[in-house]
């Protein structure tokens, strides 16, 4: 059965905004698009602006239960990851029911706030019964740790075994996440970036997110060498000083995508590396989570400057208020007032899509690609429309199922 709807402004993403598009759906697919569209069965959505289902390119929905951040705001990086590890230990042997239900709270947030694809950073044992919610596209990237040698072969098989993995819902794929440098050697990140190439999988890294990480590049000094060794994780050899982020961006250029997440502190040569690089790479800002910990100001203009691609993500409860990805962009908008909102879209939508290997799905409007979108009610006259989108609250639509009376609720 063909379905259609008559749309007051329809966001592509492949091309300028049309007012007055008419898109027709079958099943879950996109089959066409028209300019206005005469059509007596037509939904009337011409109080409405409609764009792709938006992306929330980076989040560890584990943390969804959480009411407020962890520790406080302005405390140092490290400070924060030890409240974290202290969080997760305190679930005990409650972890996985724990871990469960905050996935599908967090799922059921994300569907709220507008968000129809979620890269979610997953931790092992994986809670794949909590994914199970078909309106939202999950892709799960097993976090992979570890900077001891003697566990590197254990490491590397929970990676291959993600990366093979038969998952039982349609709305999951996988993807990899070599943790950080802090966290992860290089080693591991040689060995997810084999596996991305070999099973076109999508990858993420923490990185170039704080001062602290860069002294313990740098120098082998600060904060992080202390909390490693007092977990008596730190090796001479693993940080012998010399290092900076540039040479992770040169290990994972190769995957066949893979995505800098944060990226807070990326120097000069570091961002001519992304710009060579920028067929597979991404750079994904958390703006929330970058606010939290009071860090410089994000280069995400000399980033958008040289055409990389950068994305938006929340980054998890641990660090920011909510899941709400809008409020993200609304604060891009609101510390970026130079990027004009038009050039904010795709972080959202197409590049975060492109960013996480869902390209051929989801990401724009367009024949072929999945039927979920993203609406704001902007009303009939509305001389803004993108201003008026900001300003709104963005709704998750199913247009392969119909909409309902909740659905289309504007009070
Ligand atoms: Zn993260």
Request: aromatic residues 8%.
């Amino acid at each position: 059965m063909i379905r259609r709807y008559r749309v007051g402004w329809l966001f592509t993403m492949c091309g300028a905004p049309i007012q007055d598009a008419t898109v027709m759906v079958e099943d879950d697919r996109i089959v066409g698009i028209e300019e206005t569209g005469i059509w007596h069965d037509a939904v009337d959505l011409s109080q409405w602006a409609v764009m792709p289902a938006l992306v929330n390119a980076h989040t560890h929905l584990e943390f969804s239960n959480l009411k407020h951040p962890l520790g406080t705001q302005g405390m140092t990086f490290p400070q924060w990851i030890t409240e974290v590890i202290r969080y997760r230990q305190g679930f005990g042997e409650d972890l996985a029911v724990e871990k469960a239900q905050a996935i599908r709270h967090g799922l059921k947030q994300c569907a709220e706030h507008g968000v129809g694809v979620v890269g979610e950073i997953a931790t092992l044992p994986l809670m794949e019964v909590a994914y199970d919610r078909p309106d939202v596209q999950v892709v799960s990237m097993l976090e992979i740790l570890g900077l001891d040698p003697e566990r590197k072969e254990e490491r590397f098989g929970q990676a291959r075994e993600h990366a093979v993995y038969l998952w039982s819902h349609e709305n999951v794929t996988a993807g990899l996440s070599p943790h950080a440098p802090y966290s992860a050697g290089m080693g591991i990140v040689d060995e997810c970036v084999k596996l991305s190439r070999q099973y076109q999988l999508p990858l993420a890294m923490h990185l170039a997110e704080s001062l602290e990480e860069l002294e313990l590049l740098e120098k082998g000094t600060g904060p992080f060498r202390m909390m490693l060794e007092h977990m008596g994780l730190f090796r001479e050899e693993d940080f012998p000083g010399g290092k900076k982020p540039a040479e992770y961006i040169e290990h994972l250029a190769p995957a066949y995508r893979a995505m800098v997440v944060h990226g807070n502190y990326l120097s000069e040569p570091e961002i001519a590396l992304l710009k060579k690089y920028q067929e597979t790479m991404s750079v994904c800002y958390c703006p929330r989570t970058h606010a939290y910990f009071h860090h410089d100001r994000h280069p995400m203009e000399a980033l958008l400057a040289d055409g990389i691609r950068v994305v938006l993500g929340t980054d998890s409860r641990a660090s920011s208020p909510d899941l709400d990805l809008w409020a993200e962009l609304q604060h891009v908008a609101q510390t970026f007032p130079n990027i004009p909102a038009e050039q904010l879209l795709p972080m959202v939508t197409r590049d975060a899509a492109f960013a996480l290997g869902l390209e051929g799905s989801f990401g724009t409007i367009d024949a072929g690609q999945k039927a979920m979108a993203t609406a704001f009610h902007v009303g009939s006259d509305c001389p803004d429309v993108l201003s008026a989108m900001l300003a709104e609250r963005p709704r998750l639509w199913n247009l392969g199922v119909g909409l309902t009376q909740l659905d289309l609720a504007t009070a």
